[in-house]
């Protein structure tokens, strides 16, 4: 359990770091004053670091998508239907 909590808080501050690291490629490149080749770099970084934060919430809306019953059974998440549905 302990270990499980280590990995999610691991992952979660991995995701917002490269979130950070992602913000602020985007923000020196809309400011333009970049070298070309140094440009080129940080959009590969960039592109990189937006699959894995994408991957990274794919697997979490995978996770969320199942719920663990009372037995310890994983079951697939059943939304409510709502009057206004």
Do not use: W
Not at 42 to 66: A, F, I, N, P, W
């Amino acid at each position: 359990m302990e270990d499980e909590r280590n990995e999610e808080t691991e992952k979660k501050q991995t995701f917002e770091a490269d979130m950070k690291k992602l913000e602020y490629i985007i923000q020196q490149l809309e400011e333009g004053d970049v070298p070309l080749e140094k440009a080129i770099e940080m959009y590969q970084t960039g592109m990189k670091l937006s699959k894995r934060c994408h991957d990274q919430l794919q697997s979490v809306e995978k996770q969320m998508d199942r719920i663990v019953n009372d037995t310890g059974e994983s079951l697939p998440l059943e939304l409510e239907d709502h009057p206004s549905n």
